[in-house]
Structures are given as C-alpha cells and as structure tokens.
C-alpha cells in the first residue's frame, strides 16, 4: 500500500466561524488571521493505492463555481486537485473509488465537473465508485436551512445519475475496500449527519483523516468547536472519545484543513489531549 498526499487547492474562511465561542485573542495564536479576520485552510485530499484500487478521500472545492462564489473563500496558492494527480504520475480517470467523508462543497465540489458545453454536469472520476452512506446522504439532498449553503445539488446529484453512486452498509462498523487493506470508520454527527473518520492502517501505524472532526491543530481544545457544526455540544463528546484514542494508541492525524500542521500526534497533559509532535507528510509515509 501507498498513501500520497493530493492538495486540491487552499482557500481561506473567516476565523470567528472556524472557532466558534471562542475569542479570537485565544485562537489567533495558534491560527492567526489577515485584516480580514480570515484564515487559512488547506483541501489536503488523500489518496490510496492498494494493489488495483486507487482511492481518494475527498476532493476539495472543485472549480465549477461562479467567480462570485469563489470570491467568498479567497483562493491561495497554485494546488489542484490535477496537478497533484500528475506529480505522483496519475490521472482522475485511474481512480477505483472516491470516498467521501461528507458532502459539504469544500469536500465533495471536486467530484463533480461541468459537460465539455457547460450546459450541465457529469463526475470527475468516470471510472471511479463515489462513496457515502444512506443516512447522509438523506440529510445532505434534503438539507436544514443551516446547511443549505454547503450542500450544493450540482455537487451531490450527479453521482447517483451517473449510477456511479453507492452506500456503505456498515453505519455502526468497519469497512473494507479489499482483505488486504484495513479501513475502520468512526462515525460522528456534531459537525453534520453521518460524518464519516477514516482510520488506515498503514505499515505500523494508524493514519486517520479527519476531516472536520478536527479541522486544524489549533482545534484540539474539546470547547474549540466551529460555528458550522450543526450539534456542538455532541461535536465535545465525539472529540473527546477520539483524541483519547488517538492519545493512547498514538493515531497519527491527517489534518485536511490545517494548511501548515499536515500531520500530528497528540499527547494527554493536565490541561486535556494537545499536540504533541508535528510532522511534514513525506516523515510519516
């Protein structure tokens, strides 16, 4: 097995919004923000290759937005989801199977791009089976008013056109691409419905990505919460349950948000689980 690091492109969210209840004097040290309020945030995809199967984990953004919408989230840097295909010698149409860990645009905008014509939408991975689970999906194609604006239907619907399109059956277990491969997921539903973790065993380690369940290492305080999180006071617990597995079992964690901490291990101390060491992806692969 093979993991590589794919950059789909980083973007930049206000501050506030990514820590919630807490001041900015407390977060700004550890994420610190332009005369914007905004910080930023990384879409640091990953992408397994394990004997036939080539699978992706979330696909950033995309690029079939408005100029307008784009200016929302103040692109940086030159990352593409392609180009970081082309540097490990790939192509989006080698991907088996793409994985998402939800379907908010940020995660899942990558897997779905316009017809040559632009007067629709086809998959970006046309070999590829698209990943999620039913309870999900359910929530993200009948979306509360609160989340409307993340779940975008030229983002989501095209996969189940395509009938590329396919649920997990194990809402409460572990899943597996192959025999030789061991893919757990942990299932959270502060930030939103279903949210999937996934765990990957990589030589002797445990790798896990984990998307918005801890978006950045400035995140690992149980109360530092992000105002999108639809359930925050069940995001605590979730937290908590994890990074006390994550300390104890020393889980290296793949951070897809934080755009300078890409991989870290924490530790217990007195004031709660904190990072205890920080690692460029190439150290740990």
């Not at 990558?110 to 991975?125: L, Q, R």
């Not at 572990?174 to 539903?189: H, L, Q, R």
């Not at 030589?203 to 950045?216: H, M, S």
Request: proline share 5%; hydrophobic share 35%.
């Amino acid at each position: 097995m093979k993991i590589y690091p794919i950059e789909a492109g980083n973007f930049k969210l206000d501050g506030g919004a990514m820590f919630g209840v807490v001041p900015k004097t407390i977060w700004n040290k550890t994420n610190p923000a332009d005369e914007n309020n905004l910080i930023d945030i990384a879409a640091r995809c990953m992408l397994i290759e394990n004997g036939n199967r080539l699978i992706l984990i979330d696909t950033g953004m995309g690029n079939k937005q408005s100029e307008k919408f784009f200016g929302y989230y103040s692109l940086w840097g030159n990352d593409t989801l392609d180009k970081s295909l082309a540097k490990y010698g790939f192509h989006r149409d080698d991907i088996t199977d793409v994985f998402m860990t939800h379907l908010h645009f940020d995660h899942c905008g990558g897997s779905v791009n316009w017809n040559k014509d632009k007067t629709g939408y086809e998959v970006a991975f046309k070999n590829a089976k698209f990943w999620t689970n039913e309870n999900h999906w359910e929530w993200a194609t009948k979306p509360n008013n609160r989340e409307k604006a993340s779940f975008l239907s030229e983002n989501i619907l095209p996969m189940q056109e395509s009938g590329q399109l396919n649920f997990i059956k194990r809402p409460n277990g572990d899943f597996n691409f192959s025999e030789e491969m061991n893919f757990g997921i942990f299932y959270v539903d502060g930030h939103t419905e279903k949210m999937m973790i996934p765990h990957i065993q990589y030589q002797d380690k445990t790798i896990v990505f984990c998307a918005d369940l801890i978006p950045t290492a400035g995140h690992l305080p149980l109360p530092y919460v992000m105002g999108y999180d639809t359930r925050p006071l069940l995001t605590m617990p979730e937290k908590s349950k994890f990074l006390t597995a994550a300390a104890e079992n020393n889980y290296f964690l793949w951070l897809e948000h934080d755009a300078h901490n890409p991989i870290i291990t924490v530790e217990m101390t007195e004031k709660g689980v904190r990072m205890k060491e920080q690692f460029e992806i190439q150290e740990i692969l």
